[in-house]
C-alpha cells in the first residue's frame, strides 16, 4: 500500500520563476492538504482540497494556488518565487474531511529560490 | 492562526533515560496531536488525544492532554537512539487546519 508520494524531491528555482510540486494522496484518501515548512519550523498551513476544490487555506498569498484532481492528487503551483519560499513543501492526505487532525504525510519536495 | 510554544527547543537523550517535553498554547484545543519528524521525511502521528485529562500511551511515548486544554505533554521511557528526531505538537483549529509547535529536537548524548 503506497503512502503519500510526492515529486520532485529537490528543485532550484530562481526568483520571478513560477514552480508546480505534485503528490498523490494514500490510497483510499480524498482529501490532501499542503504545508510549508521553512528550515528549523514547525510545518504551515497553505490549504485544504476535497472534491477537487480548495476548501480551507491559511495566511498565504495568492501566488500559492492548487488543484485537485478526480483521481485525488493534486499540485501546488508558486508563482513570482520569492527568496523566502525556499523550504520544503509536505503534502499530506486523510479520508475526508474531519478534524481529527490524523495526517499521513509525504517526504516533502524541498524548494531552493536562489 | 493559534501558536503552539514547545519546550525545551532541544535535547540530549542518554541510552536509557527519560526524557519529556511539553507544548503550551494561549487558546484551547479539542485535540492534541504529536507528530515525530526524522532526516529527510515527513511528521508522523505518534499519538493523538481527545478528551481533556486524557493519557495516551503508544510503546514506549506516553502523551497527556491537559485538563486545561491548552497544554499536553510527551513522555519517552528507557530513550533509545532511533527516537532520535524533531517532535512536534499540533491541534486542528477552524476545521482541519492543523497548527504545529516548533518542535523539541532531540539528539544523543555524545
Known amino acids: 500500500d503506497a503512502g503519500v508520494t510526492q515529486s520532485p524531491t529537490h528543485l532550484i528555482k530562481t526568483r520571478g520563476q513560477q514552480v508546480t510540486l505534485r503528490c498523490s494522496p494514500k490510497s483510499g484518501h480524498d482529501t490532501v492538504s499542503w504545508y510549508q515548512q521553512a528550515l528549523g519550523q514547525g510545518p504551515q498551513f497553505i490549504f485544504q482540497?476535497?472534491?477537487?476544490?480548495?476548501?480551507q487555506r491559511g495566511n498565504f498569498p495568492d501566488r500559492f494556488s492548487g488543484h485537485q484532481f478526480p483521481n485525488y492528487s493534486s499540485e501546488l503551483n508558486v508563482n513570482a518565487l520569492l527568496l523566502g519560499d525556499s523550504a520544503l513543501y509536505l503534502c499530506?492526505?486523510?479520508?475526508?474531511?474531519?478534524?481529527?487532525?490524523?495526517?499521513?504525510f509525504g517526504e516533502g519536495s524541498r524548494l531552493t529560490v536562489l | 492562526g493559534q501558536q503552539l510554544n514547545q519546550s525545551p527547543q532541544s535535547m540530549f537523550i542518554q541510552e536509557g533515560e527519560d526524557v519529556s517535553m511539553n507544548c503550551t498554547s494561549s487558546?484551547?484545543?479539542?485535540?492534541w496531536l504529536w507528530y515525530k519528524q526524522e532526516p529527510g521525511e515527513g511528521p508522523v502521528l505518534l499519538i493523538a488525544?481527545?478528551?481533556?485529562?486524557e493519557l495516551t500511551s503508544n510503546g514506549r511515548l506516553t502523551a497527556q492532554f491537559g485538563i486545561t486544554r491548552k497544554d499536553s505533554f510527551l513522555n519517552i521511557s528507557a530513550s533509545i537512539p532511533s527516537d532520535v528526531g524533531i517532535y512536534f505538537c499540533a491541534g486542528p483549529y477552524a476545521g482541519n487546519k492543523l497548527t504545529f509547535g516548533g518542535g523539541t529536537r532531540v539528539l544523543v548524548k555524545p
Open positions: 482540497y476535497y472534491e477537487e476544490e480548495e476548501r
Open positions: 487558546s484551547i484545543f479539542n485535540t
Open positions: 488525544l481527545y478528551k481533556a485529562g
Open positions: 499530506a492526505s486523510s479520508p475526508g474531511t474531519g478534524d481529527t487532525g490524523e495526517l499521513f
